[in-house]
């Protein structure tokens, strides 16, 4: 039985509503909505009215308890773009409920501009940190980014200036669809806007400076991109480790021992699904981390303050594990072993022979492969130049599950 409805609504209110969609409002025995939605449907309501309540589950209980009435949902255009349907989705069966989609925020910018909405990123920030658009920042790339508020525009333009994207054309689209819509064109280097309505999205060109942050489209970003004291796994070394790392969409990282946190940072930058834990016992080098995190638009990346192998205790089930710092602290494999997921890859370097004679160790024993590499990097030596080595670094990587 499908008991609950799911309506988009625009700006333009009950005159952009097809029949169909009038007809479910009309009909409902309740009206769930934000204050403004209730507002712009007004004249169809003739059941009971229940605005969101803050936090959102008292409402959604509320909801779950009206089953087998006529239950209609009212959300911003598109409810399964960034909006209410996902919520939805995770209480009650989508064999339960009827979605009756609006064009979203997206589709009508893309209109606007005449940008074909399969060639654009779209980013949504509501209610998130902005840096998430910094991954996407590339010389010639379309985005559309949905912000929070009036202030998200500025914050926006803001961040473009600071990261070397100055010269970025940014378009800001206010109420789109509705009586007060309004288009602007700006550079995010003299951004200005006296007012800006709440409800608005950015369109950003990008174009950027000489000296711009652009991170690159593959494992190994610069060493001096990312904030660090010097223990940060280099670069060439970095560039392997992802790869033997074998990143698939969605999975969970523990990086112990993880310094600068380049390694899980680059992790997460593989996928926006992509999750991590970075686990480091140094607070300094923790906080450190999220400031990496966010800087490199990877916000969501877990930070655990703490030493392995007791810190890893409460985790979830890691399917990849990275072990570089403290990895010959006792237990440290052992834990990391145990807790990895059928099919998981375990990923070990070492620079010390101590934590070399135990990869070896665990070779022996769980088979894998073992790989040690050396890095030289052409430096001056008086007035000629000449190769100053790196430490070695032995790699253990192994899946487990597989025979040895």
């Not at 003739?46 to 309540?53: D, F, I, V, Y």
């Not at 779950?64 to 239950?71: F, H, W």
């Not at 100055?166 to 800001?172: H, T, V």
Request: glycine share 10%; aromatic share 4%; charged share 20%.
């Amino acid at each position: 039985m499908r008991w609950l409805s799911v309506v988009g609504i625009g700006e333009d209110g009950v005159a952009g509503l097809g029949e169909h969609a009038r007809a479910v409002i009309a009909n409902a025995e309740i009206v769930f909505g934000g204050e403004r939605h209730l507002g712009l449907a007004d004249s169809l309501i003739a059941g009971e009215r229940h605005a969101w309540l803050s936090p959102l589950t008292r409402s959604l209980e509320v909801l779950a308890a009206e089953r087998g009435r006529r239950v209609c949902v009212l959300a911003s255009g598109d409810p399964f773009l960034f909006g209410i349907g996902a919520t939805l989705a995770r209480t009650v069966p989508v064999e339960e409920m009827h979605v009756v989609p609006a064009p979203s925020a997206f589709s009508l910018a893309a209109a606007r501009l005449g940008w074909p909405l399969q060639n654009v990123t779209t980013v949504s920030a509501h209610g998130r940190p902005i840096e998430l658009i910094l991954p996407h920042l590339q010389p010639g790339r379309h985005l559309l980014m949905l912000t929070s508020d009036e202030d998200g525009p500025a914050a926006i333009a803001q961040l473009l200036s600071a990261n070397g994207f100055g010269p970025s054309s940014l378009i800001l689209l206010e109420a789109l669809g509705g009586p007060d819509e309004r288009i602007s064109q700006h550079h995010a280097e003299d951004f200005a806007s006296a007012t800006v309505n709440p409800l608005n999205l950015v369109a950003i060109e990008v174009a950027a400076d000489s000296d711009a942050r652009v991170l690159i489209r593959a494992p190994g970003l610069a060493d001096d991109l990312f904030e660090h004291d010097g223990q940060i796994t280099k670069r060439e070394i970095r560039a392997l480790t992802i790869s033997s790392l074998a990143p698939k969409r969605g999975q969970l990282l523990w990086d112990i021992g993880a310094g600068a946190g380049s390694v899980a940072i680059e992790w997460m930058l593989a996928d926006p699904a992509m999750r991590a834990i970075a686990v480091e016992a140094d607070g300094e080098r923790a906080m450190r981390i999220r400031r990496n995190a966010l800087a490199f638009g990877a916000p969501d990346l877990e930070v655990v303050h703490g030493e392995a192998p007791q810190a890893l205790a409460d985790l979830s089930a890691p399917d990849a594990v990275f072990i570089g710092g403290g990895g010959s602290d006792p237990g440290v494999v052992e834990a990391a072993v145990a807790a990895l997921k059928p099919g998981g890859v375990l990923v070990a370097n070492a620079v010390t022979v101590e934590f070399e004679a135990l990869l070896l160790a665990r070779q022996a024993a769980l088979g894998g492969s073992l790989t040690r590499v050396a890095i030289a990097r052409a430096d001056p030596v008086g007035t000629m130049t000449g190769w100053r080595p790196a430490m070695p670094v032995t790699q253990w990587v192994w899946v487990k599950g597989e025979a040895p």
